[in-house]
């Protein structure tokens, strides 16, 4: 494995039994126990888990969003063949919001050769995008939070109240046939509400871990999303649930590898 595969590994196993020795994560990736410390002390620093004697524990329980460096290692195969399905379904010329996280981020990767209005909730996307000279950009302001770099607060929200976008794409943390689309962060939740009103469209975009899943902070109903792009198995029952509501599904083939 290599340095993303091992990291990806050993959070990965650390969610699913809490707790893992040093000894047990060399011999399951192959790599040195000196390697395997060296791994957790960078782990232990972007928040992923806590380390203790002989090996480390998680720091992450189910009601809490990783971390963005953690979540950044994950399925970045699938959110660029989503990305792409997403800047598809955009029209040149298009006022765009875009929605914080790391498929988003993904997503403006992706509108490098388009012609687009685009106000980011999140300085991650606004500087993939300031470099794409077809991009013009609209920031919305307010504060910041840390290491996710989303804007919260008022100024946010008082933006999308007093603009009107054609298109916000929305990348959330849960959606739910039942709840809805839904985020960990209450603070980014207001915004990404702000963001829904101010759209004559919602696509939202999420990879198949996102399906079936509520998180605390509920953004919009599904009946306020004109279509969902995903790599969720097309005939999953969180799927099939979704277009008997109607919602229109865009279904995203993905050869995942083995590790994931």
């Known amino acids: 494995m290599n340095v993303m595969e091992r990291h990806k590994f050993v959070v990965g196993l650390l969610m699913q ?11 399951a990736t192959g790599a ?7 791994d957790l002390e960078v782990l232990e620093s972007r928040g992923a888990l806590r380390r203790v004697r002989g090996g480390a ?20 195969q699938a959110k660029e063949r989503l990305a792409r399905a997403v800047v598809e379904l955009l029209t040149d010329g298009e006022t765009v919001a875009l929605d914080t996280g790391t498929t988003a981020v993904a997503v403006a990767k992706a509108m490098s050769d388009r012609q687009l209005t685009v106000a980011p909730l999140s300085l991650h996307a606004a500087f993939t995008l300031s470099a794409h000279p077809g991009i013009q950009l609209v920031m919305p302001g307010g504060q910041v939070r840390p290491e996710e770099l989303s804007f919260y607060g008022h100024a946010p929200v008082q933006t999308f109240k007093d603009l009107c976008f054609d298109t ?6 849960g ?6 689309a839904t985020a960990y962060n209450l603070e980014d939740v207001q915004v990404k509400r702000a963001a829904v009103a101010s759209a004559q469209r919602v696509i939202l975009v999420a990879t198949a871990d996102k399906i079936g899943r509520a998180a605390l902070g509920r953004i919009c109903t599904m009946e306020e999303i004109a279509l969902v792009v995903t790599d969720a198995p097309a005939d999953s029952p969180a799927i099939e649930a979704l277009r008997d509501q109607g919602v229109e599904v865009v279904h995203v083939e993905v050869a995942h590898p083995a590790d994931d």
């Open 17 to 27: 039994q809490n707790r893992a020795t040093v000894a047990e994560l060399a011999q």
């Open 57 to 76: 524990v998680s720091s992450l329980p189910g009601g809490v969003e990783p971390p963005y460096a953690i979540r950044a290692m994950s399925g970045a």
């Open 175 to 180: 959606v739910d046939p039942v709840q809805g």
């Open 32 to 38: 040195s126990e000196m390697t395997i410390r060296r």
């Open 168 to 173: 916000f794409v929305l990348g959330c943390c």
